[in-house]
């Protein structure tokens, strides 16, 4: 029997899944790019991802991923030599990372593992042993899409704080924007990078760079180069027509009906439907857990993330369960990124499902009922009840 023909479901952490409406609202030709609709429409657009991110500062727009963000951000506040204090809760800072390395910074981890957020004391006394102040920045990442662990950030800026430390605040935001609350200015984070494709719906290629007033003085002393400087990008007129060169036409028509369709549904209501579909899932991993040797990487709750969930399960079984929900339900879930070890070298005991954006309680059910599916046809062991355990939290 053929199981899988109808609509696929793409439920990794990113790309998400792009709105209809977003889709309707990209399919036309090519807009004036000098004047008229697509020019009048860019103010509002910065308007409105600077409420969600809890900004009243600056907000730079790039034709890039979240790795080309990524580099913004550090260009604009980095010189070559400068010290730099990375937390680490899983791949994706690691990454960053990566690209301050590139830039000539130096780089000093503060690993917390895969099933910890950033412990704040530890940043406060890794700060105070910096004397000299060689740390221009503490760089976080809010949300880790490979461990979905959360970490608080208002209290790593209590750290830099209590440290008496000069060090900018980096937060990597892009798995999180739009799903989980964020308030740049209240937290005291200097600048924030994000990208269209998660929270946002709207196809991977809009980099995002939210930044403060400490992080502009910063970018007077580094060397950045003419294409990633933020400074000309803060203006909307000159991002078109002088130094961004052509706009990304398509995906800032996309990107204004995913924050209309956000508007109309209302941030807070966003950000309550994330958390309540989350929960939907921990509580059916709950339930499998009861009877097998299924759980959430993240034991505590308020350490997990709302956009997306990494589950552990004995190794080789979560690529036998991704595997056969592909071929069988047509979902796809994502796999083990940044898990392998020594005893698990393919990250085959893990795997992650998104819920990021454009999610309801019938995608999540769906996927809860996927992986039921899967379990019992592959005969792994799992408590039953999951659908049960799901659907009261949705009810409720
Ligand atoms: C997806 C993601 C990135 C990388 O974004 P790309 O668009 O793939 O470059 C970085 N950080 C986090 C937390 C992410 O979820």
Not at 44 to 63: E, N, P, S
Not at 68 to 82: F, I, K, M, R, Y
Not at 106 to 116: K, P, Y
Not at 192 to 219: D, H, I, N, W, Y
Request: proline share 5%; net charge neutral; aromatic share 6%.
């Amino acid at each position: 029997m053929n199981r899988s023909t109808g609509r696929d479901y793409l439920a990794i952490p990113g790309p998400s899944v792009v709105p209809d409406r977003v889709l309707r609202a990209m399919h036309q030709g090519a807009p004036d790019i000098y004047e008229g609709p697509l020019v009048d429409m860019v103010p509002g657009v910065i308007r409105d991802l600077k409420a969600i991110a809890g900004t009243r500062h600056h907000l730079a727009i790039y034709i890039a991923n979240g790795h080309g963000a990524w580099e913004a951000a550090l260009a604009n506040v980095l010189a070559p030599g400068d010290g730099v204090l990375v937390a680490a809760t899983g791949l994706f800072a690691h990454g960053w990372a990566d690209i301050a390395r590139g830039l000539g910074a130096e780089v000093q981890m503060l690993d917390f593992g895969r099933q910890a957020p950033v412990d704040p004391a530890r940043l406060q006394a890794a700060l105070e042993a910096d004397r000299q102040h060689r740390i221009r920045a503490v760089m976080a990442v809010h949300v880790d899409t490979s461990t979905s662990l959360r970490s608080d950030i208002a209290a790593l800026r209590g750290a830099i704080d209590a440290a008496k430390h000069p060090a900018l605040l980096l937060v990597d935001c892009i798995a999180s924007l739009g799903c989980e609350r964020f308030e740049m200015d209240a937290w005291g984070v200097d600048a924030m990078v994000a990208g269209s494709q998660k929270g946002l719906m709207t196809p991977p290629g809009l980099g995002f760079v939210f930044f403060g007033e400490r992080a502009a003085q910063a970018r007077r002393r580094a060397p950045v180069s003419r294409y990633w400087d933020w400074e000309p990008r803060v203006a909307p007129q000159m991002f078109y027509q002088f130094f961004g060169g052509t706009a990304p036409t398509h995906h800032l028509l996309g990107l204004r009906a995913a924050l209309d369709m956000i508007g109309e549904e209302g941030l807070d209501r966003v950000l309550a439907r994330h958390g309540r579909l989350a929960r939907a899932y921990w509580a059916a991993v709950g339930a499998w857990g009861q009877g097998g040797a299924l759980a959430l990487n993240v034991e505590e709750e308020r350490h997990r993330a709302h956009a997306v969930t990494t589950l552990r399960m004995g190794a080789p079984d979560a690529t036998r369960l991704r595997r056969w929900v592909k071929e069988n339900a047509g979902v796809t879930l994502g796999i083990g990124l940044g898990m392998a070890s020594a005893d698990d070298p393919g990250a085959d005991g893990f795997f992650r499902i998104g819920h990021m954006g454009h999610v309801n309680a019938h995608m999540v059910l769906g996927v809860i009922g996927a992986i039921e599916t899967a379990l019992t046809a592959l005969q792994i062991a799992h408590g039953r009840g999951a659908l049960e355990a799901a659907a009261d939290v949705l009810a409720a």
